[in-house]
């Protein structure tokens, strides 16, 4: 049985019998708490070897934790009533599963279930079996108080009703203070499709601003930890953002879904073999960061390999006994593993194997079976390890990096027909240390480093991996994601046209080929949720000086403001201006300058009595950012200084001033003292 809409006289009463039904969620959720510890204490009395106890143990303590530290809201946000008579007649749907006892049927479903897709892609020509849509309403900010639930709508897609969502019109524009919420309440068909495809398929999303890339990938890991925990837990997801205050600020919409202990970093984090202690000038960090540079480390590592210019025979004493290989099997030994091209670690245990195992055959040919002990004592022993040493020998990515660098020589032969002199020049190190331990590693080097690493050894890699503003990335750098995710699969995001690094993706084609993964599905998102009409439009008439092939966003959103103030002579006063103005209106307010400018405009913002927080102090009502940090953030308020300063600041500046215009979420204010860039 399906309700009908409910009117003004019995709406109170629909209100009253769904908040009963929250108020037993709520029950529920206390009761799956509690049982969760119990389990743990029965875990810890079972009996078990001591590997399998702990893992239990981890387990348990696990599902306990997560459960006790879920975010305090609404534990439903939609329901639906199936025509049907197969199904449950209604389900509940919200962030996690919860029920009174494990084996009842569910009082709310996760949002991630198969049955839950209904809510996100039933529709009025296709129903899926739907009779009522139901979307909840509650006051903004609840923490999950049963009589915070306000309001609701009915849509009867067995009518053939169609309607527009005023509750997810009201939770999309919202105003924002603070860290990133998640959208599974508001979550549209097509960013369902991208949210729920296949872990074996790596996914790029070129994002216009405003589309919602970000949260795509932040609710397609949720979903695949729901529906896949064996297979991603067991080699671990990882998300990647482009700078720490990034990740503060969606640290706290995956732990609202109920997903915890997924490791949120940046590139810079997950390679940092040393502190960043020097620079590179701007030819150099783009030298460094050429896919070119692979080739020539590459040469630069295995040019040791074999080339001992004297080479003595192995002779192994063993008793009466010597044993004996000859110089032309040992250069044969480093010849055959070389061409079998293996991690360098690999082939130089491969080396020392097989030198062995010619001293076993001998010595298995004169004195009968060795024993495993034999074996490892020759292998350890000086004659091999000597050998070893001199035709594959032990080196540190640091080493190989340093002398590359300081040698003249050695780079020389590297890169010949590679880079030319003049590029060779660009990367040698003006001041050399004096060895690879007092070297000051610049942030380009540690993507080098890197790269060597993985020449060396293989790292482990992770079952799925999140790319967001992956359009900045360079093609070393892509290397290096793409060494973490050698088997699992990716989900890029990002947007060409908010590329703002100097070696910025041009493409998606060849960047997904440097991540490993050509054969990538890349998907436009070009309808804006978030971002006014006018804001987008503004932003628009930049896309024709960024030089990338994207479509123009459109934003759904008719609200909004553009509002432009002339400076004059007095910019830090203009600006100071147009912050009250935004203050007068809802929600956070991000003051965006360029790099240099941004002390001046904190100072005068303080002088006026306003307080400026930074980026990344959450809660801040007003806070001042700089353009190189503003990627990936949202302002219900941005005041935007001097875009000519902004566009002129560096290389990409055009792409970085489309960045700025488009943080803004509810009305965006032009704060100019020279002519406009647009």
Do not use: C, N
């Given at each position: 049985m399906t309700p009908a809409d409910p009117s003004a006289d019995d709406l109170h009463t629909v209100l009253l019998d769904e908040r009963a039904h929250h108020d037993r969620c709520r029950a529920g959720l206390a009761a799956m708490a509690d049982g969760a510890d119990?389990?743990?204490?029965?875990?810890?009395?079972?009996?078990?070897?001591?590997?399998?106890?702990?893992?239990?143990?981890?387990?348990?303590?696990?599902?306990?934790?997560?459960?006790?530290?879920?975010?305090?809201?609404?534990?439903?946000?939609?329901?639906l009533d199936f025509a049907d008579g197969e199904r449950q007649a209604a389900l509940h749907?919200?962030?996690?599963?919860?029920?009174?006892?494990?084996?009842?049927?569910?009082?709310?479903?996760?949002w991630r279930a198969p049955v839950a897709r209904a809510f996100y892609q039933a529709s009025a020509r296709d129903p899926q079996g739907v009779a009522v849509r139901r979307r909840f309403g509650w006051a903004p900010g609840s923490r999950g108080d049963s009589?915070?639930?306000?309001?609701?709508?009915?849509?009867?897609?067995?009518?053939?009703?169609?309607?527009?969502?005023?509750?997810?019109?009201?939770?999309?524009?919202?105003?924002?203070?603070?860290?990133?919420?998640?959208?599974a309440a508001t979550i549209q068909p097509e960013q369902d499709d991208l949210v729920r495809g296949d872990l074996a398929v790596s996914l790029c999303v070129q994002g216009a601003p405003g589309t919602g890339k970000t949260a795509v990938g932040l609710h397609r890991a949720a979903y695949l930890l729901y529906t896949h925990p064996q297979r991603i837990r067991r080699g671990g997801l990882l998300i990647l953002g482009p700078n720490p205050t990034f990740l503060s600020y969606i640290s706290e919409v995956l732990p609202a879904l109920g997903e915890t202990g997924v490791r949120q970093s940046t590139l810079a984090a997950e390679i940092a073999r040393h502190p960043v202690r020097g620079s590179d000038d701007e030819r150099a960090a783009r030298l460094?960061?050429?896919?070119?540079?692979?080739?020539?480390?590459?040469?630069?590592?295995?040019?040791?390999?074999?080339?001992?210019?004297?080479?003595?025979?192995?002779?192994?004493?063993?008793?009466?006994?010597?044993?004996?290989?000859?110089?032309?099997?040992?250069?044969?030994?480093?010849?055959?593993?070389?061409?079998?091209?293996?991690?360098?670690?690999?082939?130089?245990?491969?080396?020392?194997?097989?030198?062995?195992?010619?001293?076993?055959?001998?010595?298995?040919?004169?004195?009968?079976?060795?024993?495993?002990?034999?074996?490892?004592?020759?292998s350890r022993g000086r004659a091999v390890g000597a050998y070893v040493e001199?035709?594959?020998?032990?080196?540190?990515?640091?080493?190989?990096?340093?002398?590359?660098?300081?040698?003249?020589?050695?780079?020389?032969d590297a890169s010949a027909g590679v880079l030319d002199d003049d590029e060779r020049?660009?990367?040698?190190?003006?001041?050399?240390?004096?060895?690879?331990?007092?070297?000051?590693?610049?942030?380009?080097?540690?993507?080098?480093?890197?790269?060597?690493?993985?020449?060396i050894e293989r790292p482990e890699g992770y079952g799925h991996v999140v790319v967001d503003e992956a359009q900045d990335l360079s093609p070393m750098e892509c290397r290096a994601i793409a060494r973490r995710s050698p088997f699992g699969s990716l989900t890029v995001l990002g947007d060409l046209a908010q590329g703002t690094t100097p070696w910025a993706a041009r493409d998606w084609a060849s960047a997904m080929a440097y991540l490993g993964k050509p054969d990538a599905v890349v998907v436009p998102l070009?309808?804006?949720?978030?971002?006014?009409?006018?804001?987008?439009?503004?932003?628009?008439?930049?896309?024709?000086?960024?030089?990338?092939?994207?479509?123009?966003?459109?934003?759904?959103?008719?609200?909004?403001e553009v509002r432009f103030r002339a400076a004059g002579d007095d910019l830090p006063g203009a600006v100071v201006g147009a912050v009250r103005d935004a203050l007068g209106r809802e929600g956070s307010v991000g003051v965006i300058a360029a790099d240099p400018d941004v002390a001046r405009v904190r100072e005068a913002l303080t002088a006026a009595g306003i307080r400026a927080g930074r980026a990344d102090e959450p809660g801040e009502r007003v806070v001042v950012v700089p353009a190189r940090e503003v990627k990936g953030l949202e302002y219900d308020q941005v005041v935007a200084v001097e875009p000519a300063a902004i566009a002129e600041a560096e290389e990409r500046g055009p792409h970085?001033?489309?960045?700025?215009?488009?943080?803004?979420v509810a009305g965006l204010e032009v704060v100019h003292g020279r002519p406009l860039p647009f």
């Open positions: 119990h389990q743990v204490v029965i875990g810890e009395q079972a009996s078990a070897s001591g590997a399998d106890a702990e893992v239990l143990g981890r387990r348990l303590r696990g599902q306990a934790k997560a459960l006790r530290e879920l975010p305090e809201g609404p534990l439903f946000f939609g329901r749907i919200g962030r996690l599963r919860i029920s009174e006892h494990p084996a009842d049927p569910p009082l709310v479903v996760d009589g915070d639930l306000t309001g609701l709508e009915d849509e009867h897609l067995d009518r053939g009703e169609s309607r527009v969502s005023e509750i997810v019109a009201r939770e999309i524009e919202r105003p924002r203070i603070g860290p990133m919420r998640d959208i460094k960061h050429d896919i070119r540079m692979a080739e020539v480390l590459r040469r630069a590592l295995y040019a040791r390999v074999g080339r001992a210019e004297s080479l003595a025979p192995v002779v192994v004493a063993d008793g009466s006994y010597r044993w004996r290989v000859p110089v032309d099997a040992l250069r044969g030994i480093v010849e055959g593993v070389r061409a079998e091209e293996p991690p360098y670690a690999v082939g130089r245990e491969r080396v020392r194997s097989r030198a062995v195992r010619l001293l076993r055959e001998q010595a298995e040919r004169r004195a009968g079976p060795q024993t495993a002990a034999w074996t490892q004592r020759v001199a035709v594959w020998p032990k080196v540190r990515p640091e080493e190989v990096v340093a002398e590359l660098f300081t040698d003249p020589e050695v780079l020389a020049k660009a990367l040698l190190w003006a001041r050399p240390p004096r060895s690879w331990k007092s070297a000051r590693w610049s942030a380009a080097d540690l993507v080098l480093l890197d790269e060597v690493a993985g020449l070009t309808t804006g949720f978030r971002v006014p009409r006018a804001i987008l439009e503004l932003a628009d008439r930049l896309l024709a000086r960024l030089a990338v092939s994207v479509p123009p966003a459109r934003s759904l959103r008719a609200d909004g970085r001033l489309y960045v700025v215009l488009t943080r803004a």
